[in-house]
C-alpha cells in the first residue's frame, strides 16, 4: 500500500471516530457553550445518547499516580482537575478551551477521569463511559473497606496482595515517599497507621459499622462521598489523612508505595509553614501538633475540642496529678551569721531538701495542685558519663525503662526554672505515646543523649506509676504491649547530622481475639521506601525517641462507643454549602 493510501486510510479513521455520534441535541450544546466561557464548569453529558466505549485500551496503568495533590499542570487551579488516564498527569476542565481539551487533541490521549467522582469521559467528544473494566483504576480514587475487610487486616498470617507487576507487598506494610525531607513526618504516619482504631476509624470514613450497609453490600464501584463517609464535610487536612490511612492500607493498590504529597501539602498549608516538605522537622513537635490538630477539627473548633471527646482523645489522652512548690530562695538580706555556708541557695533552711540534698516539698508551704490531661508523655533519660573508660572509648550508658518512668511514680521530685514538682498518673489512655528526651538546648548549643533505653516489647506494667481518683473507681488495667517504636540515627559526635528516622511496627498475631500461641508478630523496621523485617529482640538497640503502647483489650475499649464519635462539620465547609 503506498503512503498517500495509508493517510487516507488514517484520516478515514480518525473522521470515524467523530461522526459515530449522534447530533448533539440543543441541551448538549447550550452545555458545552456554557463550560466553554467557564473552564472550570462541569459538562455532563446527555444520558440517552447511545455512545461506544473507545480508546480504552489506551489506558495505561503503569502511569498512573493518584498520590498527589489534585492540581492542574497547566492551570496550576484545583478546580474540576481530570486525570488523563493515558499519561497521568492532571488537567483541569472538560469542554472545549479547556486544558484537558486541548490535551486529547494535542496529543490524542482521549480518556480522562474525574478526580472527586471518579467518573471516566472521552475527550474530545465529551461522553461518559460506564464500564467494568474501569473499576481497578475508579477504585484507586474511592477506596473503601467493608466491615469484613476491616477484621481481617490483623488476621494472623494475613494475606498479600500483587501490585500491577505482580510483585507482592503486604497491605499496611509499605514505603512511604521522602517528598525532600520529610522522612520525619513519615515516620509519625506509619506509627499511627497502625494503631487499630484510629486506622479502623478513618477507613470507614468516622461513620459508625452499623451505619455502612450502603458499604457493606453495594454491588458495583462505590462512590467517592461513600467512601468518605461522615468525614466528607469535616476539614482537608481530616480528609487527606483518612485518604493517606486508606491508601497505606490499600489491598488492591497499583504500587507497593505511598506518597503522602497531598497530606503533607495540607499539613504546611495548616500549620501555616511551621511544617514543609523542604525542611526537616522533630517528629515529636509534628506528632503533637497533627493529634491536637485532627482533634480540634474533628471535634468541631477550640471551644468544641475541650468538651467532645473524639477518636484521638479516646485513644491517646491520659491524666496526670502535677504538685508544685516555688523554690524558697535567699533574699540576700539575711545575716551573715545566721546563714549556712553550705546551703547556698537556702533550700536545706527552707525545709526542700532532704539529708541527701534532693528536692522536696515543704509541707508548711503551699502546695499547687493539677489534673492535667496528655496526649503525650515527656520522659527524661540519665545524662551520659563524662568520663571515659579504660579503653579511651566513650561508654554508651543504658537504663531500664522502669527507671526513667519513675518520674511519675508520686514519690520522686523534679526541680526546674525555680519550681519543684511531683508527678502522678491518674489515667491511663488505651494507647500511651512515650517520647523521650533526647535533645537537649541551653543558650549556646544542642545536645544529643544517646542514653539506650531497655524495654520488653510486651507486658509493660504501669501500675506503680497509676493511681485511682477515688477508692470507688474500677481497677485499671495497666499492662501495655509495644505498638510502634521510633528511632533515630545521627552521625557519632554530632547532634543531628545525617539524621535517620526510622519506624518499627509489627503485624498482630491477635486480631480482633485472644493471642494466638501458631503465629507470632512479625516486626518491620520503616525508613521511607527501605522496609527490612527486623528481630524483636533487638528493637531496644536503637536510640528509641517515640514510642506507642497498646493497653489490653483497648480496641473493643475504644470502639464500644464509636456513634458519640461522629466527626463535626466544618464551620468553612458549612458556610461554603450555604
Same mark, same amino acid.
Request: charged share 25%; with cysteine.
Given at each position: 500500500m503506498s503512503d498517500d493510501r495509508r493517510t487516507g486510510a488514517e484520516s478515514d479513521a480518525k473522521r470515524a471516530r467523530l461522526e459515530f455520534q449522534p447530533k448533539a441535541s440543543t441541551k448538549e450544546t447550550k452545555q458545552s457553550e456554557s463550560e466553554t466561557q467557564?473552564?472550570?464548569?462541569?459538562?455532563?453529558?446527555?444520558?440517552?445518547?447511545?455512545?461506544?466505549?473507545?480508546?480504552?485500551?489506551?489506558?495505561?496503568?503503569?502511569?498512573?499516580?493518584?498520590?498527589?495533590?489534585?492540581?492542574?499542570?497547566?492551570?496550576?487551579?484545583?478546580?474540576?482537575?481530570?486525570?488523563? @488516564?493515558?499519561? +497521568?498527569?492532571?488537567?483541569?476542565? &472538560? %469542554?472545549?478551551?479547556?486544558?484537558?481539551?486541548?490535551?486529547?487533541?494535542? $496529543? #490524542?490521549h482521549h480518556v480522562f477521569m474525574n478526580l472527586s467522582n471518579a467518573r471516566v469521559y472521552i475527550l474530545p467528544e465529551n461522553y461518559e463511559v460506564q464500564d467494568t473494566s474501569l473499576s481497578d483504576v475508579q477504585y484507586q480514587i474511592s477506596i473503601s473497606f467493608?466491615?469484613?475487610?476491616?477484621?481481617?487486616?490483623?488476621?494472623?498470617?494475613?494475606?498479600?496482595?500483587?501490585?500491577?507487576?505482580s510483585d507482592t507487598y503486604r497491605p499496611g506494610f509499605v514505603g512511604l515517599n521522602n517528598m525532600g525531607a520529610s522522612d520525619a513526618f513519615n515516620?509519625?504516619?506509619?506509627?499511627?497507621?497502625?494503631?487499630?482504631?484510629?486506622?479502623?476509624?478513618? @477507613?470507614?470514613? +468516622?461513620?459508625?459499622?452499623?451505619? &455502612? %450497609?450502603?458499604?457493606?453490600?453495594?454491588?458495583?464501584?462505590?462512590?467517592? $462521598? #461513600?467512601?468518605?463517609?461522615?468525614?466528607?464535610?469535616?476539614?482537608?487536612?481530616?480528609?487527606?489523612?483518612?485518604?493517606?490511612?486508606?491508601?497505606?492500607?490499600?489491598?488492591?493498590?497499583?504500587?507497593a508505595q505511598v506518597s503522602p504529597h497531598e497530606f503533607l501539602q495540607e499539613v504546611a498549608r495548616t500549620s501555616q509553614g511551621r511544617f514543609k516538605l523542604t525542611e526537616q522537622a522533630d517528629p515529636v513537635e509534628f506528632l503533637g501538633w497533627l493529634l491536637n490538630r485532627l482533634h480540634h477539627d474533628l471535634a468541631g473548633g477550640s471551644s468544641a475540642a475541650r468538651k467532645r471527646s473524639t477518636i484521638i482523645s479516646r485513644c491517646f489522652q491520659g491524666k496526670v496529678r502535677v504538685e508544685s512548690q516555688n523554690v524558697i530562695v535567699r533574699t540576700g538580706l539575711e545575716e551573715d551569721d545566721t546563714i549556712d555556708k553550705l546551703d547556698h541557695d537556702g533550700r536545706q533552711k527552707g525545709g526542700q531538701q532532704d539529708q541527701h540534698g534532693n528536692a522536696k516539698f515543704n509541707i508548711d508551704q503551699a502546695i499547687s495542685t493539677n489534673i492535667t490531661p496528655f496526649l503525650l508523655l515527656?520522659?527524661?533519660?540519665?545524662?551520659?558519663?563524662?568520663?571515659?573508660?579504660?579503653?579511651?572509648?566513650?561508654?554508651?550508658?543504658?537504663?531500664?525503662?522502669?527507671?526513667?518512668?519513675?518520674?511519675?511514680?508520686?514519690?520522686?521530685?523534679?526541680?526546674?526554672?525555680?519550681?519543684?514538682?511531683r508527678f502522678h498518673l491518674t489515667n491511663l489512655p488505651p494507647y500511651l505515646i512515650l517520647h523521650f528526651r533526647r535533645f537537649t538546648k541551653n543558650r549556646f548549643v544542642e545536645e544529643r543523649n544517646p542514653t539506650i533505653v531497655n524495654f520488653p516489647t510486651v507486658g509493660l506494667?504501669?501500675?506503680?506509676?497509676?493511681?485511682?481518683?477515688?477508692?470507688?473507681?474500677p481497677p485499671l488495667e495497666t499492662v501495655y504491649n509495644l505498638l510502634a517504636n521510633i528511632t533515630h540515627e545521627a552521625t557519632p559526635g554530632t547532634v543531628r547530622e545525617n539524621s535517620i528516622w526510622r519506624s518499627q511496627v509489627h503485624t498482630r498475631a491477635d486480631g480482633d481475639k485472644e493471642p494466638a500461641s501458631t503465629v507470632e508478630e512479625r516486626w518491620f523496621q520503616m525508613q521511607d521506601l527501605i522496609m527490612d523485617e527486623v528481630n524483636k529482640q533487638i528493637l531496644f538497640l536503637g536510640e528509641s525517641y517515640i514510642q506507642v503502647w497498646e493497653r489490653k483489650n483497648a480496641v473493643v475499649e475504644v470502639e464500644k462507643d464509636l456513634k458519640l464519635l461522629i466527626p463535626a462539620r466544618n464551620q468553612a465547609h458549612t458556610q461554603k454549602s450555604a
Open positions: 467557564n473552564p472550570g464548569a462541569e459538562v455532563i453529558a446527555n444520558p440517552n445518547s447511545v455512545r461506544h466505549d473507545l480508546y480504552l485500551d489506551t489506558i495505561n496503568r503503569s502511569q498512573l499516580d493518584f498520590d498527589f495533590e489534585k492540581v492542574c499542570c497547566v492551570s496550576l487551579s484545583n478546580v474540576n482537575i481530570y486525570a488523563c @488516564l493515558v499519561c +497521568g498527569k492532571y488537567f483541569q476542565g &472538560r %469542554g472545549k478551551r479547556t486544558p484537558a481539551y486541548f490535551h486529547s487533541i494535542n $496529543d #490524542e467493608s466491615e469484613k475487610q476491616i477484621r481481617q487486616l490483623d488476621a494472623p498470617g494475613g494475606k498479600l496482595s500483587r501490585t500491577l507487576h515516620v509519625v504516619i506509619q506509627a499511627l497507621a497502625h494503631v487499630p482504631p484510629l486506622r479502623n476509624y478513618f @477507613l470507614r470514613g +468516622g461513620s459508625p459499622a452499623a451505619s &455502612r %450497609g450502603n458499604i457493606e453490600f453495594k454491588q458495583g464501584p462505590i462512590e467517592v $462521598d #461513600e467512601a468518605t463517609g461522615a468525614l466528607l464535610h469535616s476539614s482537608e487536612l481530616v480528609k487527606r489523612f483518612a485518604m493517606l490511612v486508606r491508601r497505606i492500607w490499600n489491598p488492591h493498590s497499583f504500587k515527656a520522659v527524661d533519660l540519665p545524662p551520659p558519663p563524662v568520663f571515659q573508660d579504660a579503653a579511651k572509648e566513650n561508654i554508651i550508658p543504658q537504663t531500664p525503662i522502669s527507671k526513667i518512668l519513675s518520674k511519675y511514680d508520686g514519690s520522686t521530685f523534679q526541680e526546674a526554672n525555680g519550681v519543684i514538682r506494667d504501669m501500675r506503680e506509676y497509676v493511681e485511682s481518683v477515688s477508692s470507688n473507681d
